[in-house]
């Protein structure tokens, strides 16, 4: 519960949820509570997990610790630290993306691009989870000591339970595997981002975009969290290439989780690596900003990524195929730092689609990575 003695915040008054009927996706609830159980409970949320990650690469995750006030919080003390600091200060403390493949700091609107060249609308501030690694905005220290409880729950309590699953799920000879190579105390490019979506586009621009705000991707991550909140605006597809965008539902105090492009590798293809956009939300939902927090993780700098058949035997029984060959597969700092460069600096990228092709390929060092629409 959040304690009377806080320091106050700029309160983000978020949009009504939606009266309109709209596609929702079918998602597969994970009752995190359900691990303290024992074994057998922990197998069978495995096998859940298992069969989401296999078919979606998505999943709700619900009764993780964290509960809808304490999300309401962090969303408020985000859209703090962007109402209270300076436009200069940004600037000082922008993050060097381009420059170093780095998200640590404030990347402002517009250094993305999307369909038609035209720049996004989206702010967003990324916090490593070692805050003394980087300068900080001075409208964050007073809730230095929230973020970081923030930071540490996630990673330490939520996601090591996850990975356990995951290891579980795949029968890994160390089912601490993915929990080693996610070490608290290693250093690597994990962030936890706080992001303002703002609906200020042109008639023009919502015309060239068809109502993008965020292009079809996939996640870098290995796995990514998203806070639940009401605007109904991000989209999942199947992993069917002709299949349709549908909305996600807004759960109270719920986690949105999905596999990333890393963890799609170390599994071969077995666990997808998750599809998804942010498209406009619908008509009774439109002139209001999205406000959201997230979580997204990255195995340790030096972990080298390909796919783990040595260690599952679920893996070889599956019959998936290496996703590199030996000397392509990227260290997590070396793939993190080369898709964070590139992501969405071409907006060119699609020109060299088929008719009718959805999906785009660009190469990132010796690996590629797919856009989507």
């Known amino acids: 519960m959040i304690a009377a003695d806080l320091p106050e915040v700029d309160h983000f008054v978020p949009v009504y949820p939606t009266k309109e009927k709209v596609g929702y996706v079918n998602l597969r609830e994970i009752d995190l509570s359900k691990y303290d159980e024992g074994r057998k409970a922990q197998e069978e949320l495995a096998e859940q997990i298992r069969v989401a990650m296999n078919t979606q690469g998505f999943f709700i995750l619900i009764n993780h610790g964290i509960n809808e006030e304490d999300i309401t ?9 962007f109402t209270r600091t300076s436009e200069e200060e940004k600037q000082r403390l922008k993050a060097p993306i381009t420059e170093k493949g780095s998200y640590f700091g ?10 038609g060249n035209v720049r996004d609308k989206i702010e967003n501030f990324n916090v490593y989870r070692d ?15 929230e973020i970081q409880s923030f930071i540490d729950h996630i990673h330490k309590d939520i996601l090591f339970k996850v990975l356990r699953l995951f290891g579980i799920a795949l029968k890994l000879d160390d089912e601490e595997y993915f929990v080693k190579v996610h070490d608290y105390n290693g250093h690597d490019e994990s962030w936890l981002r706080y992001m303002e979506y703002y609906d200020d586009y042109t008639e023009e621009e919502r015309k060239t975009t068809g109502g993008q705000w965020l292009e079809g991707h996939r996640d870098l991550t290995s796995v990514s969290f998203v806070f639940s909140q009401p605007m109904t605006s991000l989209q999942v597809r199947d992993v069917d290439d002709n299949a349709e965008w549908k909305y996600v539902k807004h759960i109270p105090g719920a986690i949105i989780f999905n596999a990333g492009e890393i963890m799609q590798w170390w599994t071969g293809d077995y666990f997808k690596a998750a599809i998804h956009r942010v498209h406009e939300p619908p008509t009774d939902q439109r002139g209001h900003n999205r406000s959201s927090v997230f ?10 990524i390909n796919t783990l058949l040595d260690q599952s035997p679920v893996l070889r ?3 998936v195929q290496m996703a590199h060959k030996p000397e392509d597969a990227p260290t997590s700092k070396q793939w993190c730092n080369g898709r964070i460069k ?5 907006a060119s990228v699609w020109d060299h689609a088929k008719e009718g092709e959805n999906f785009v390929t660009e190469q990132v060092g010796n690996v590629t990575t797919k ?3």
């Open 73 to 81: 919080r962090q969303v408020d003390i985000g859209h703090t630290i």
């Open 106 to 115: 404030f990347k402002p609107r517009g250094h993305w691009r999307t369909k």
């Open 131 to 145: 805050m003394n690694e980087h300068e900080q905005p001075q409208a964050l220290e007073p809730y230095r000591p």
């Open 295 to 304: 979580y997204f993780v990255v195995p340790n700098d030096e972990v080298v």
């Open 317 to 319: 029984e599956a019959g």
């Open 342 to 346: 590139i992501t969405r600096q071409k």
């Open 371 to 373: 856009w989507f629409r």
